[in-house]
C-alpha cells in the first residue's frame, strides 16, 4: 500500500522490485521494530521521491510559462511598433509595407508559440493535478 | 557523492545484486553499521540509474534459486570510474589527517 503513494513513474519503474525487498525483508528479518524502521523510511523515501517530482514538473511548466510571456511580450512591443510607425507614416505617404509586413509575421509567430506554450502548460498541469495517481 | 551512493558503488563493484543483495552488502561491508532502508536504497538506484553510474543487468546469478523477474544491477564504467575517483579522495583526507595526527595529538 505504501508504494501507491510513490509518484507513478518511480512505482513502474520499481514497484516490483520494492515488493519483491519488502518480502525478503519479513521473511529475513522479523520483528516490530524493525518492521516500524522499515515503514518509517520508506515513508521517507516517498516524501523524498514526491518533492523530487513535484520539482521537475514545476521545472518543466516554469519553461511552459516562460515562452509564453516571452512570446507575448514580442507580440505586444511588434504590434506596438507596428502602431507607432503606423502613426508616423501618416501623412506623409512613406511605403511602410516593407516593414509592417515582416513585423505582421513576427507577431503571428509570437502568439502562436504563446498559445503553443499555453496548451502544453494546461497539458503538464492536468497530468499533475487531473489524476490523483497520475503523477 | 552521498555515504548511500558510495556503499551502492562498493556493494556492486564485487559482483552484480539485486536491491535486497545491495542491502545486505552493504550491511555486511560496514559491519552493521549501515543500515540502507528500501526507501533510501531505491531511491539512490533511481538517481544512480539516470546519472548512468548503475544499470540494470541481464545477469542471474542462479535464476533457479532466484525469481526471474528480480531486477540486478551492474555498476557501469562511469560508476567504476566516480568509485575510483570518490576512493581516491578519501585517501587524500585520511592522508592529510594522518599528517595532522602528531600535531594534534600534541596540542
Known sequence: MLLRLYPRPFRERFAHSMAQTFADLRRERPGRAFTLWIFLETLAGVVRERATHV???TMAGNVFR????????????????????????????EDIAGVVAPALLLTTLSVAAAVAAAVMQGRQRKRAG???RAD | MTPAVLHILLALSAQDRHGYGIMKQVESDSKGKVTMGPGTLYGSIRRMTDAG???????????S???????????????????????????????????????????
Open chain 2, 53 to 63: 553510474l548503475i544499470a540494470e543487468s541481464d545477469r542471474r546469478i542462479d535464476p
Open chain 1, 55 to 57: 520539482g521537475r514538473l
Open chain 1, 130 to 132: 487531473g489524476d490523483p
Open chain 1, 66 to 93: 516562460t515562452v509564453k510571456y516571452a512570446a507575448l511580450a514580442v507580440g505586444a512591443l511588434t504590434v506596438a511598433g507596428i502602431v507607432t510607425v503606423m502613426l508616423l507614416a501618416r501623412g506623409t505617404g
Open chain 2, 65 to 107: 534459486l532466484d525469481d526471474e523477474r528480480r531486477v540486478y544491477y551492474r555498476i557501469t564504467a562511469l560508476g567504476q570510474q566516480a568509485l575510483g575517483a570518490e576512493l581516491q579522495r578519501y585517501r587524500e583526507v585520511v592522508a592529510v589527517a594522518r599528517s595532522l595526527r602528531p600535531k594534534t595529538a600534541g596540542a
